[in-house]
């Protein structure tokens, strides 16, 4: 596709659920990020893949949150034991690369609710 | 570190007005800065981005943002606003070494028909 997309859009979960959230970047982008963004606020970095390269987790909220990337292509994002302030829309973002002047492409997000 | 603050949570502007989203920053050395643009329900989309090339840069849909490094400022201009700006909008900064993003809380813009 042309764009980021992520799956699903909207994951209604209960209390104390896994859950497995999806983003596939725009082809040919090295560097994917992942964000949370809480109702009203703004965009909170969660972790950084670039390529081959370990990640940068430094963004994690908690060892609840994990994520993987399989080469330089899909990424999936999972909470474990989702609490109510996991709720938030979770971003996934990529880009060309290291060149700090490259923008980032933006997912739809998923709108995740833990009820 | 880095770090973007955008004045007015909310702002409304009537519909031919001026648009100002203000941005500011705050870095040891001048960053790389964008501003994205949210429509509702919708993901980021990037309007402009600053990369030294040119203190004044002009984004999408009638957008720029000049670069003011004596006030650390990047703020959004647009000389008259459509009632299809309506949208959220983000400040952020990179620093020229490092992986992250840091993004502003966000300014809320409404256009009054």
């Known amino acids: 596709g042309a764009g980021v997309s992520q799956s699903p859009s909207n994951k209604v979960t209960e209390k104390g659920k896994d859950v497995e959230l999806r983003c596939d970047p725009i082809?040919?982008?090295?560097?994917l990020y992942w964000y949370r963004q809480r109702l009203g606020q703004g965009l909170e970095f969660l972790i950084y893949?670039?390529?081959?390269?370990?990640?940068?987790k430094s963004g994690l909220p908690s060892d609840r949150f994990s994520a993987e990337r399989t080469g330089e292509s899909v990424s999936t994002l999972t909470i474990q034991r989702t609490q109510q302030e996991d709720s938030a829309v979770y971003l996934c973002?990529?880009?060309?690369?290291?060149?700090?002047?490259?923008?980032?492409?933006f997912g739809p997000g998923t709108r995740l609710t833990v009820l | 570190a880095q770090s973007v603050t955008q004045l007015g949570s909310h702002v409304s502007v009537s519909e031919g007005a001026l648009v100002l989203l203000r941005c500011n920053y705050s870095?040891?050395?001048?960053?790389?800065l964008f501003w994205y643009v949210q429509y509702p329900n919708q993901g980021l989309q990037l309007l402009l981005k600053?990369?030294?090339?040119?203190?004044l840069v002009k984004g999408i849909n009638g957008f720029e943002a000049e670069f003011k490094k004596s006030e650390t400022s990047f703020h959004l201009t647009k000389p008259s606003a459509h009632m299809s700006d309506a949208a959220e909008y983000f400040c952020?900064?990179?620093?020229?070494?490092?992986?992250?993003?840091?993004f502003g809380t966000g300014t809320s813009l409404t256009v009054i028909p």
């Open positions: 973002a990529s880009s060309m690369g290291l060149a700090v002047y490259n923008e980032q492409f």
């Open positions: 082809s040919g982008h090295t560097a």
């Open positions: 893949f670039q390529g081959n390269s370990a990640p940068d």
């Open positions: 870095s040891s050395v001048p960053p790389y």
């Open positions: 600053y990369t030294s090339a040119a203190t």
């Open positions: 952020a900064v990179r620093a020229n070494t490092g992986n992250q993003f840091y």
